[in-house]
């Protein structure tokens, strides 16, 4: 059986306080230097989340640990992030990965193997179909536990910081 997941990217944590987080990840793991970069209209002025406008706003840090980012998440408005930490505490919310096929079809996939939408689906609103960030996260919580992050895009992992 062909997997769908070519390559493991990314672990996402969602955390109450991003500098904290990636503080103690570095003095006390080792697991360091971390970039840090304020996710919201700033960088995206317009953006669609789960098809209509609206906007996450978060203090984000990456960092790079044995060959994969590690990115810290914290929610600053009203989001699934936020609502996400607020039911689960902060943990481990999601994996990045490379698919074998395109963006829309891996979504259209999911949603035929699973009867479930992506849990949230981003896109910079710039006015042009096939470009611009968009990136969804597949729920996959009953299935495997976590959710997947896709991009619409080759990708590195996350945001350039």
Request: aromatic residues 12%; proline residues 6%; contains cysteine.
């Amino acid at each position: 059986m062909d997997t769908q997941f070519a390559k493991l990217l990314q672990i996402g944590i969602v955390v109450e306080d991003a500098e904290a987080s990636a503080k103690r990840f570095e003095e006390d793991y080792g697991m360091g230097p971390w970039n840090f970069l304020d996710f919201g209209p700033k960088l995206f002025p317009k953006m669609l989340v789960n098809g209509e406008p609206g906007m996450i706003e978060g203090k984000f840090a990456f960092c790079k640990a044995y060959g994969i980012e590690i990115e810290l998440i914290q929610p600053v408005n009203d989001s699934p992030y936020k609502t996400w930490l607020e039911e689960h505490g902060p943990g481990i919310h999601h994996i990045a990965v490379v698919t074998r096929d395109s963006f829309h079809d891996v979504i259209a996939e999911h949603e035929r193997k699973t009867g479930k939408k992506p849990w949230l689906w981003c896109k910079e609103d710039n006015g042009k179909e096939n470009e611009g960030m968009e990136f969804a996260y597949l729920d996959l919580v009953k299935e495997l536990g976590i959710f997947v992050e896709i991009y619409n895009e080759e990708r590195e992992g996350g945001l350039p910081a």
